[in-house]
Nanobody, 114 residues
Framework: QVQLVESGGGLVQPGGSLRLSCAPSGIIFSIYNMGWYRQAPGKQRELVATITTGGSTSYTDSVKGRFTISRDNAKNMMYLQMNSLKPEYTAVYYC????????WGQGTQVTVST
């Protein structure tokens, strides 16, 4: 019943910017803590950023100062603004309802390359 649809990925040059969007459905969005994960080729999926119901945020060290997670409860949307992109950020990015451990969307591909 819970569905997560990510969008906004694509090919971008190093130093460029991208904004990812997440449109959850099947939940009362405003009452859940949310997050963004990513999985690079040959690597484990890792948690990139989180945002609580009240808007408190946290980030993995490698993206601090470059990424901004946000949410708009009125629109049932979550975002990840990514600036100063590096090639090592290339991965599939996934939206996550933190407490629904077994629910994943298809993700959106982010490729940082010349």
């Amino acid at each position: 019943q819970v569905q997560l649809v990510e969008s906004g990925g694509g090919l971008v040059q190093p130093g460029g910017s991208l904004r990812l969007s997440c449109a959850p459905s099947g939940i009362i969005f405003s009452i859940y803590n949310m997050g963004w994960y990513r999985q690079a080729p040959g690597k484990q999926r890792e948690l990139v950023a989180t945002i609580t119901t009240g808007g408190s945020t946290s980030y993995t060290d490698s993206v601090k100062g470059r990424f901004t997670i946000s949410r708009d409860n009125a629109k049932n949307m979550m975002y990840l603004q990514m600036n100063s992109l590096k090639p090592e950020y290339t991965a599939v990015y996934y939206c996550k309802v933190m407490r629904f451990t077994d629910t994943w969307g298809q993700g959106t591909q982010v490729t940082v390359s010349t």
